[in-house]
């Protein structure tokens, strides 16, 4: 990641003394850091509700799914990331394509609802950094807002903060990746990818816990 | 299904259970005991109170889940049975932690691992921290106590391949490695331990000092959560406690008010000193919260010739203890070597990458090995573990940094593990460090490994071992409780879990924790009762 942090970035630090990457690598420096882009991105009009049953996927066929946590400008968000993410893991054909992007959006949402407040904070936090332009633009160094974002340019940055020596880009790519890959290849549907053939059939057949719901 | 399984028929037949989201009005209970926490320590605690007559009431943030549940589903069991949906982590973010928050707690989730507490552990504790009472003669009872009650056993099955892979690297380098000791009953080896054993043959707290517990008229609350410990001059009155949503997330507003004469607490190394820390219990000498430890854990891959199936059969079953004590119980960080099961949820959170790469590498999954170093920390002065404080909406949270010390034992144990993996006939080798390629010889590997930057983040790290930050010790300046978990200041408080561990265990802690808390609610009930 880079080397210098643009002036815009650096006067929102409150010690801009200190050497900047030392200060990022705290966790203190970190908080603080994020903290301040989460109040600006609130005042500047960043979606800061989740995005309930109201979200832009106006292709997706099935709408029944009630988003508690992520907000509209997080799954334009990540819409824009799982392509790069997951990748060649994804259908070539559009409609199966965007149904996978969809579904595994929604699993990232239930699984961070279970994640409690705390980490909850922590992920609005980095949201809001890569939601609001100017960080955006200054931190992430994605220069075009996420929905015009192509899957290579999503992949530069994610290889980015993979290969910064700031610790917390690194632990931002750790986040983020996480999230999206134990969602993707966690699922039955994507089971075929990492070569699992389920919970062996024997078992399935003989336990009770799997009869009482056929 | 409800006649061969022991929870399901104990609703069945009246036990005293309540789900706390549920509850509808504020309410006030009151027993003898009031038991916080229902894993390895609070399971063992309860169900030996309550044989012995005493009222019992045991409270478990998390629900009760039990085999009709148990679907061999990792997303759901991650989100379900684990602490903050299994986003735990190290208040950097640097290392996951792995914990069970659910009725039994870890033992839940846990892989079987059950060893004895190393002698030279004991003996440590002995001479730095006066615990002379808990020397490995006297602690040989309670070690056989609990084996027979968890019906804890080497593994006679031949172990799994990934596992096997660790028996054969040792062996060809000549390295000492053993059979694992497990909690079963009539295993069926299928290698979902960690998503809740479908087929209720793991002897964790849930189907063993739960039930016993209920049996002997315990009640207990799940899905509520301990909010605080209530004093009233200088003994604890009341658990102030919120039950929770359906959710398990969401308290539901409902409070709950809980008296009793005797209080254990046992909700975790994290949890215990969270609870005390939001209760204000005295502390006259600032010891809540610290020297936490973790067995820091890292981590390599191997993709080996042949079909692995590192998601099946039994999870571990074999370690070696070669690099553990063997430089000194005080020396340079020693680790002990085990394997992890690999299920594609887990290995995609656990293998750092994005992207054709990320594609590529879980792919080979049906052939990959996978062998862990835990670090044995907290023995020496480098190694004085973590602290935890609360934040600010009274969730503790831990702050583990990771000192040169134990760098440089995870930078040793990358090598360990490595080489046995290529000893073992490993195609190639990647390291979990956001840095590594796949290595494909033993030399390549040794010069990447030289040259590695160890740092938090790009060295992945992990625990599914929390202890600690309850200490207990002869001298209440540098400890929480006693030998006994007995609080040195609160008369009526006791503490029963992993927490009160004065430095790690240097293995799996479970069965150490259901030892030392079957010893000292032994004691406890006849002080309870006279």
Not at chain 2, 102 to 123: H, I, Q, Y
Not at chain 2, 434 to 441: E, F
Not at chain 2, 485 to 514: M, R
Request: charged share 20%; with cysteine.
């Amino acid at each position: 990641m880079s080397e210098t942090l643009p002036q815009s970035v650096q006067t929102e630090a409150p010690a801009t003394a200190m050497d900047r990457r030392s200060f990022l690598r705290t966790g203190l420096g970190g908080a603080l850091f994020l903290g301040t882009v989460s109040v600006t991105a609130g005042l500047s009009g960043c979606a800061s509700a989740p995005a309930g049953r109201d979200y832009p996927m106006p292709e997706a066929m099935d709408q029944s799914y009630e988003f508690r946590f992520l907000t509209r400008d997080d799954i334009v968000l990540f819409k824009a990331l799982l392509p790069a993410m997951v990748g060649p893991g994804l259908a070539e054909e559009q409609v199966v394509r965007r149904q996978q992007i969809q579904a595994t959006i929604e699993r990232i949402d239930a699984g961070i609802h279970q994640f409690g407040p705390a980490n909850q904070k922590e992920l609005r936090g980095l949201f809001d950094l890569l939601n609001f332009g100017l960080t955006r633009v200054t931190v992430a160094r994605v220069w075009s807002s996420w929905e015009n974002v192509s899957p290579e340019t999503a992949h530069a940055f994610l290889e980015r903060w993979r290969t910064s020596g700031i610790g917390l880009f690194n632990n931002g790519y750790i986040a983020l990746t996480k999230v999206s890959n134990v969602a993707f290849y966690g699922h039955p549907d994507h089971w075929h990818l990492s070569g699992y053939p389920g919970p062996p059939g024997f078992a399935v057949d003989s336990l009770p816990q799997f009869k009482d719901n056929a | 299904m409800s006649l061969t399984d022991r929870i399901a028929r104990g609703l069945e037949a009246g036990w005293k259970v309540t789900d706390g989201a549920t509850l509808t009005h504020n309410q006030t209970h009151e027993a003898d005991v009031v038991v916080i926490g229902t894993g390895a320590g609070g399971g063992t605690t309860a169900e030996i109170l309550a044989r012995a007559g005493l009222s019992v009431i045991l409270v478990e943030e998390g629900r009760l889940y039990y085999q009709k549940d148990f679907k061999m589903n990792e997303l759901d069991a991650y989100a379900s049975l684990y602490q903050e949906g299994m986003s735990r982590v190290t208040k950097d973010g640097a290392i996951a932690v792995l914990q069970g928050r659910c009725v039994g707690g870890s033992t839940t989730v846990n892989w079987t691992s059950s060893f004895r507490t190393p002698d030279p552990t004991l003996n440590h504790w002995a001479s730095r921290f006066g615990l002379d009472d808990l020397s490995p003669d006297a602690m040989r009872l309670w070690f056989d106590g609990r084996e027979e009650r968890h019906n804890i056993e080497p593994w006679v099955t031949d172990p799994n391949v990934n596992n096997d892979i660790l028996r054969q690297g040792c062996e060809a380098l000549g390295w000492s490695w053993e059979v694992i000791p497990r909690n079963v009953k009539g295993c069926w080896n299928l290698g979902y331990c960690g998503v809740g054993c479908p087929t209720n043959a793991k002897q964790g707290a849930l189907t063993t000092t739960i039930p016993g517990a209920l049996d002997n008229n315990a009640r207990l609350f799940h899905g509520l959560r301990a909010d605080k410990l209530v004093m009233k001059q200088d003994r604890i009155d009341h658990l102030q406690a919120s039950a929770m949503a359906a959710d398990g997330v969401t308290p539901s507003g409902i409070t709950v008010e809980l008296k009793a004469k005797h209080f254990v607490v046992a909700a975790s190394a994290i949890g215990s000193p969270g609870l005390l820390l939001r209760s204000d219990i005295p502390d006259p000498h600032n010891r809540i919260g610290k020297r936490t430890f973790l067995h820091p854990v890292n981590a390599t891959i191997a993709e080996m010739p042949d079909t692995v199936d590192p998601y099946y059969g039994a999870p571990q079953s074999i370690y070696s203890d070669e690099f553990n004590f063997s430089r000194g119980v005080d020396g340079p960080a020693g680790f002990k070597l085990e394997v992890p099961p690999l299920h594609p949820a887990m290995s995609a959170g656990v293998v750092p990458g994005h992207g054709e790469q990320q594609v590529s590498d879980l792919s080979k999954l049906p052939r990959m090995n996978s062998v862990i170093a835990l670090l044995r920390d907290g023995f020496h002065p480098d190694s004085p573990g973590g602290t935890v404080s609360l934040r600010d909406d009274g969730s503790p949270v831990l702050d583990y940094p990771v000192t040169d010390y134990l760098w440089a034992g995870l930078k040793d144990a990358f090598y360990k593990m490595a080489e046995i993996q290529f000893a073992a006939g490993a195609k190639q080798v990647r390291l979990m460090h956001l840095d590594s390629p796949w290595y494909t010889t033993w030399a390549d590997t040794k010069a990447g490994i030289d040259k590695l930057t160890m740092a938090p983040h790009r060295v992945r790290l992990f625990t599914a071992h929390q202890m600690g930050g309850c200490g207990m010790g002869n001298n209440p300046e540098e400890s929480v409780v006693n030998g006994f978990g007995e609080h040195h200041q609160v008369t009526n408080l006791s503490i029963h879990d992993a927490s009160v561990f004065p430095t790690s265990i240097g293995a799996n802690p479970q069965l150490s924790v259901y030892a030392l808390a079957a010893r000292n609610s032994t004691r406890l009930a006849q002080k309870l009762r006279s």
